[in-house]
């Protein structure tokens, strides 16, 4: 029977599949079952920032996706991770066991024993810990240097590097093979100037695989390396403002042999975050040391970007990665399943290859749940099997329960344009004034709920924006759309005029 756990994990699984890399790594990455009771959970973070963020920009997202796992109204609480002398045991069992008032859960700290709701108790507990500690916000390694082969332990916004990103792991084709061979050159020769050296792709392609396996091979070869998202560097930024701990901050990030920056367009648009690393670029490309930059997009292409940061990327080599071939993607899911100790079928190995086309991350997700699927229920790997599976994990849409006619993308478009009293242009173009950022994201949000288009469809009918900035436009949407009245009438008021609706 599934268990809170296994219920959270396939969640994790599904937004893992939905978010960028740098969100989903410093927001969810860690994140376990605290408690859960009749619908309610109770999400331990690692920190008070992943927290306020989640609670502000992602629950309605990730509400949804566990209740379309559960089946069921959820409800979740964020709380920040107890010390692990405060834990309480044990975990919760299955999710479909009811608790009663008379359960008794175990204190690890006095050794008691409390009649009590788990989730108020998990709760009471977690909030009391970081009472008890927000006044001793510290990160130790800020106080000395980066030295070679250190490994910071106690950052909340550090990304360790995964042994399982390796050069070795990494399956290369006709469509990544420029970029593997790149990232190969510069891990292993210091002589080789492609400083700094641009990876540029879509989602889940394999940009941070290549750069982890950059960083193992740099620090086999005694190199201090660090390896960072542009988004944990924007948060230990403001961090360290907040703490007046900037000269610790740079000292940190500037004393390195290799700096690995991922998802680099995450930082294009905040003028302090651009400002604070084309400084830091600068110090370690002057001292001879090696920056290596993943990112969605070209440089060229990244309009927001500071134009001296662009400058500095196209000044290096750029390698772009393209979705893998069908060759390429059978060889992976190859890989992938022997690494497991699985004999995975060939029909099996040929639907999956088919079904997933453009995204390795979805491709490997997807081959985890087909193989777990099997090993729990106890069935043999079969292509029936895949196709159960890849039919359970697809999110419908959520609907209004009236009846509508579907609505095309260009007319959503036309709508939202027309009641905002803004042009089509101004709507598709490279405009960032509040209004029609605002008119944008409702845009985004009404072709996401209204139309079957997809996250990249509707990038590219919005004037080519890539799949991270429209899943943000709906994101942002989505959350105030259920607490702002004025919003709502908007939307409502857009929808009227697709006559999407025949009563609102």
């Given at each position: 029977m599934l268990s809170a756990r296994?219920?959270?994990?396939?969640?994790?699984?599904?937004?893992?599949?939905?978010?960028?890399?740098?969100?989903?790594?410093?927001?969810?990455?860690?994140?376990?079952?605290?408690a859960y009771e009749d619908g309610e959970f109770v999400i331990r973070v690692r920190h008070a920032y992943a927290k306020d963020w989640l609670e502000k920009h992602l629950n309605h997202l990730i509400t949804r996706t566990l209740t379309s796992i559960l089946g069921r109204s959820v409800k979740v609480n964020y709380v920040v991770q107890l010390p692990a002398h405060r834990t309480l045991r044990p975990l919760p069992g299955s999710l479909w066991d009811t608790p009663t008032t008379n359960t008794v859960y175990q204190d690890a700290t006095e050794g008691?024993?409390?009649?009590?709701?788990?989730?108020?108790?998990?709760?009471?507990?977690?909030?009391?810990?970081?009472?008890?500690?927000?006044?001793?916000?510290?990160?130790?390694?800020?106080d000395t240097p980066v030295t070679r082969k250190s490994q910071p332990h106690s950052n909340p916004f550090h990304t360790p590097l995964n042994r399982r990103y390796t050069f070795d792991t990494f399956v290369a084709g006709d469509s990544n093979q420029f970029a593997y061979a790149a990232a190969?050159?510069?891990?292993?020769?210091?002589?080789?100037?492609?400083?700094?050296?641009?990876?540029?792709?879509?989602?889940?392609?394999?940009?941070?695989?290549?750069?982890?396996?950059?960083?193992?091979?740099?620090?086999?070869?005694?190199?201090?390396?660090?390896?960072?998202?542009?988004?944990?560097?924007t948060n230990e930024l403001v961090m360290a403002i907040r703490a007046k701990k900037t000269a610790e901050f740079r000292d940190r990030y500037r004393n390195v042999d290799v700096l690995l920056v991922d998802d680099i367009q995450f930082m294009a648009g905040k003028p302090s975050s651009e400002e604070e690393f084309y400084y830091t670029f600068n110090e370690i490309f002057s001292r001879g040391g090696q920056i290596v930059v993943a990112g969605d997009l070209a440089p060229r292409q990244m309009s927001q970007l500071?134009?001296?940061?662009?400058?500095?990327?196209?000044?290096?080599?750029?390698?772009?990665?393209?979705?893998?071939?069908?060759?390429?993607?059978?060889a992976i899911l190859e890989v992938k399943s022997a690494a497991q100790g699985t004999d995975l079928p060939g029909d099996v190995a040929?639907?999956?290859?088919?079904?997933?086309?453009?995204?390795?991350?979805?491709?490997?997700?997807?081959?985890?749940?087909?193989?777990?699927?099997?090993n729990l229920s106890h069935q043999p790997l079969t292509l029936s099997l895949a196709r159960q599976v890849i039919a359970a994990t697809a999110l419908p849409k959520q609907r209004p329960a009236k009846a509508r006619r579907?609505?095309?993308?260009?007319?959503?478009?036309?709508?939202?344009?027309?009641?905002?009293?803004?042009?089509?242009?101004?709507?598709l173009g490279k405009r960032r004034t509040k209004d029609v950022v605002r008119a944008r994201h409702i845009a985004i949000y009404l072709a996401r709920e209204e139309t079957e288009a997809s996250l990249p469809e509707i990038g590219e009918a919005l004037g080519g924006r890539n799949h991270s900035t429209v899943l943000h436009g709906y994101q942002k949407i989505a959350e105030e759309v259920a607490a702002d009245d004025d919003l709502r009438e908007e939307v409502a008021a857009i929808r009227r005029q697709l006559n999407l609706l025949s009563d609102l």
């Open positions: 296994d219920a959270w994990q396939a969640t994790l699984g599904q937004l893992q599949l939905q978010l960028n890399r740098a969100t989903f790594d410093t927001w969810l990455k860690g994140s376990d079952v605290m008691r024993t409390e009649n009590s709701s788990l989730v108020e108790r998990a709760i009471r507990e977690a909030l009391q810990a970081q009472e008890e500690e927000a006044d001793d916000l510290h990160f130790p390694e800020w190969r050159a510069v891990a292993e020769s210091e002589d080789i100037n492609y400083n700094p050296l641009f990876i540029h792709g879509g989602v889940g392609l394999g940009k941070t695989h290549l750069l982890q396996a950059i960083g193992h091979i740099c620090e086999a070869d005694d190199r201090a390396v660090l390896y960072t998202t542009a988004e944990a560097f500071d134009e001296r940061l662009r400058s500095r990327f196209e000044g290096g080599l750029i390698a772009d990665l393209q979705p893998p071939e069908y060759e390429t993607r059978l040929h639907f999956l290859a088919e079904h997933v086309t453009a995204n390795i991350r979805e491709l490997e997700g997807l081959l985890t749940q087909v193989m777990a699927r099997a579907a609505a095309k993308l260009d007319e959503v478009l036309e709508a939202t344009a027309s009641y905002h009293q803004l042009s089509l242009d101004d709507l």
